[in-house]
């Protein structure tokens, strides 16, 4: 498959643009299976697709929009929904028709889950929704959100539509970093969800969280390994091209073995994502895998991106220039789906030691 054609960047429109060409190109429909409208193929698959996205549109914030997507509602849908969601939500959601994130995030409660406000009510035919989301990808052009909230003390999922009476999806452009994905805020004020949009359990709001992070943080770096590809593609090409003191920039040690460790980011990286496929592959627990994926993937990129920067120069930071907006995206990514402090924590926690993981999860 090619990206090589996508529509240009610019502003939401062009990102439902965007975001709709990669669904053109199937690229909601890996890992999942015939029955609900899949290719029936592997994670293997997948993050080969992921990967050629990456290297091809070299656009962090469409890899995080395509994210927030796929684990965001399409495999919590695909884990947890009756079969009348399945029918009803499937269909156009891996067409990319409708275009779907996840809203965890408050503006009191980042990391630490258990603070989320948000708060559900059961009435007889539904629930009435009161709170405030925050740094939600995908909020200025997503049809639909999972939303999680605290019913009766305990959180429970629900599909919030951008027409329902009393939620507000808002464009905000709060960070730096990733500015391709759209980001806003979810307002939601009495805002009632009828009872066939809670899905999953009611309490079950938690394990969902954990099961879909676990994936984001496996998978989100496959795109972004293919971005890691070009920067070092073009460190090569550079070191190559620029003379300095008669010779060319890579006869310094200095920067050959920059480029080198770059190398050795990069393949460490496509390892750890390939390990997660293989174990999902293999119906095998991913817990620990993504956690060290994340951790290590995130941190590879924001070196070197910051090796790409030095390796060039001030050429490296020209404005308007993609090289040094890598650096933002990277930074990004040490916190989307749980910092790297988080990931620290989890692993600690899976090895029987630290502050217990269950209690910060995001
Ligand atoms: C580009 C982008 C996209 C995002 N998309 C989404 C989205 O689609 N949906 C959504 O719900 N959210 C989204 N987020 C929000 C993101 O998940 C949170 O920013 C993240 O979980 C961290 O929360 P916080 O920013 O509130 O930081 P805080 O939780 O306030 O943490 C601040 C600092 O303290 C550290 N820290 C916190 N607790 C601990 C601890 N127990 N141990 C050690 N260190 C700790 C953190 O690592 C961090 O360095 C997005 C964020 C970004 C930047």
Redesign the pocket.
Known sequence: MTYKHLPPIGDKFCAIQRFRYCAQKNIFRHAIQSIFGGHNDSFQCLIKEHYLLGEQSIDT?LI?SIN?HLW?LIFPLISYGNASQKKYLLPGLLAGDIIA??????PQ????IKALCTEAIATETGFILNGH???????PIADMLLV?AKLNNNLSAFIVERNDLGATFTETSE?N??ST?T?GEVILQDCFIPSCRLLGKVGGGNMMIQGALELERAFIFAGINGIMKWQLDEVINYSRERKTNGVHLGHNQAISHKIAEMKLRLDSCILWVNECARLKDANKRISLASAQTKLFASEAFLQSSLDTVQIMGSNGLIKNNIISTFVYDA????????????Q??IIAALLGTG?GFK??N?
Not at 101 to 106: D, F, L, P, R, S
Not at 133 to 139: E, Y
Not at 331 to 342: P, T, V, Y
């Open positions: 914030g995080l927030a965001g994130g996840h809203a965890i995030t408050e409660a980042g990391s630490d989301k925050r740094f939600i990808t995908n909020a999680y960070v970093g990733c994905a980001m930074l990004a990514s040490r916190l989307f789906s749980g910092s790297s402090e988080i620290k924590n502050d209690s910060h995001y």
